[in-house]
C-alpha cells in the first residue's frame, strides 16, 4: 500500500478520561467538532486553497466570548458550540490543562489574552472567570495609536508562538475611536515524528494539486507500520486514512486522502466531523506501508465571520444586536472581525504547527 498525497489533516490530542462524563460527545470533542464545521464552510468557499485551521483556537475564543456574552447572542453561541462555558468551566480548565501538560513529551503551548483599551472598564465576573477557564491574562494598550497598539499585539502573538506567526493584525483593522479590545488565543506545537523520516529518502516526485495540475515538489519517503484504514462517505466515495504518531505518542497526525485520483479531497471533506475520526480510530488497523507525503510549509489566514455566521452565530457581529453585557455594563460593543492565522510545517523530523485567533469589538 503506498501513500501519496493531496490531503487534510487533523492534529488529534489523546485526552482518555478528562471528560467520559460528556456523551454522545465529550467536551474536547465538541469543541473540535465547531472548528472542523467552520473549516468545512471554508473549503465550500475556496475548494482549491490550502486551508489551515485550528478548531481550539475557534473553539476558545468562542468560548471567552460566550462568558461575556447574554440574551440571544449568548443563545446563539452556545448553541453552535452545544455546551455552556459557565456549566462546565471545571472540564474546559482540565482540557486546557492536559493539552499543554509535559507529560505530552511534545511541545504545546496555549495563551489567551484580552487586549484592551486604555482606561476601558470590564466586569470583574468576565475577567476572572476567564483567566480561571482559559488562563486569559488581560492587558491594556493604546488604541487611538492604531500602529503601536497593533505592533503591541503582533509582539506578544509572535512570542507565544515562538516566532511561526507575525503580523496577525494590520493597523487598518483597529478603529483609533471604536475599537475597545482585542481577544487573542495563540497556539503553538511541536512534535517530532515517533517514526522520522530519513533526509535521504526525500526527493523531488509528483504532486497533484487540487486545481488538477501537476507539480515537482519534495516528498518525504518511508516504508514502515502504521495504523491505517479506508472507509466511504454517504455517496459512496472512498478515501483511506493514516495515522502518523509523535514521539510523545499523545498527539498524531491523521491524513486522508480519496482511494481514486480523479475524487477531489473537497468531495470527502463534508463527511468529516469528529464522529467520522473516532470511527477512524476505532478502525484502524497496524499495516506496514510506504508513506510518501509532501514536505511542506503553510500559512492560511482566514476571516471567521462569514463562516460562523452560516453556522448560525450572526447577532454578535451586529452592532444594533449585539449583547455583551457581561463585559462590560458601560457602553455596547459588538464583534467586528475574527481572524485566525494558522502555520505548518511537515519536514523529516516532525511538525511545527502555531495558530492565533483574535477577535475585536
Not at 452545544?82 to 501538560?101: E, F, P, T
Not at 486522502?257 to 469528529?274: D, G, K, N, Q, R
Not at 464522529?275 to 478502525?283: A, F, G, L, R, V
Not at 472581525?337 to 495558530?355: F, N, R, W, Y
Request: charged share 20%; hydrophobic share 40%; glycine share 4%.
Amino acid at each position: 500500500m503506498s501513500w501519496h498525497f493531496p490531503f487534510f489533516l487533523v492534529a488529534t490530542v489523546t485526552l482518555p478520561s478528562v471528560c467520559s462524563q460528556f456523551n454522545p460527545l465529550s467536551l474536547e470533542e465538541l469543541g473540535s467538532d465547531t472548528g472542523i464545521q467552520v473549516f468545512n464552510q471554508i473549503v465550500k468557499s475556496r475548494p482549491h486553497d490550502n486551508i489551515v485551521i485550528s478548531p481550539h483556537g475557534i473553539a476558545s475564543v468562542l468560548g471567552m466570548l460566550q462568558l461575556g456574552a447574554d440574551g440571544r447572542t449568548k443563545k446563539q453561541l452556545t448553541t453552535v458550540m452545544r455546551y455552556g462555558v459557565n456549566g462546565v468551566g471545571k472540564v474546559l480548565k482540565k482540557i486546557n490543562k492536559a493539552i499543554v501538560s509535559k507529560k505530552n513529551k511534545d511541545i504545546v503551548t496555549v495563551a489567551n489574552a484580552v487586549f484592551v483599551k486604555n482606561g476601558f472598564k470590564m466586569e470583574v465576573p468576565f475577567v476572572t472567570r476567564n483567566k480561571d477557564v482559559f488562563q486569559c491574562e488581560v492587558r491594556n494598550v493604546n488604541f487611538e495609536d492604531p500602529p503601536s497598539a497593533c505592533d503591541s499585539i503582533n509582539v506578544w502573538v509572535k512570542n507565544e508562538t515562538r516566532g511561526m506567526i507575525d503580523n496577525l493584525l494590520s493597523p487598518d483593522l483597529i478603529d483609533g475611536v471604536l475599537t475597545r479590545l482585542v481577544l487573542v488565543n495563540a497556539v503553538y506545537f511541536k512534535g517530532l515524528w515517533k517514526s522520522r523520516f530519513q533526509p535521504e529518502n526525500t526527493k523531488k516526485r509528483t504532486f497533484v494539486a487540487a486545481d488538477g495540475k501537476s507539480y515537482q515538489v519534495p516528498m518525504l519517503a518511508q516504508l514502515s507500520v502504521f495504523r491505517c484504514g479506508s472507509t466511504s462517505t454517504p455517496s459512496d466515495l472512498w478515501y483511506n486514512f493514516i495515522e502518523l504518531p509523535y514521539h510523545g505518542e499523545s498527539i498524531s497526525m491523521l491524513i486522508a486522502l480519496p482511494t481514486e485520483s480523479s475524487t477531489p479531497l473537497s468531495a470527502i471533506i463534508p463527511h468529516i466531523s469528529t464522529k467520522t475520526i473516532d470511527s477512524w480510530m476505532s478502525t484502524m488497523v497496524p499495516k506496514r506501508v510506504q508513506v510518501i507525503l509532501p514536505k511542506f510549509t503553510a500559512v492560511a489566514q482566514t476571516d471567521l465571520k462569514e463562516p460562523l455566521k452560516v453556522l448560525g452565530i450572526t447577532e454578535m457581529f451586529e452592532p444594533s444586536k449585539a449583547n455583551f453585557a457581561k463585559i462590560t455594563r458601560s457602553e455596547n460593543l459588538h464583534v467586528s472581525h475574527i481572524l485566525q492565522k494558522a502555520k505548518i510545517e511537515v519536514s523529516e523530523d516532525g511538525t511545527k504547527a502555531s495558530a492565533a485567533t483574535s477577535s475585536y469589538s
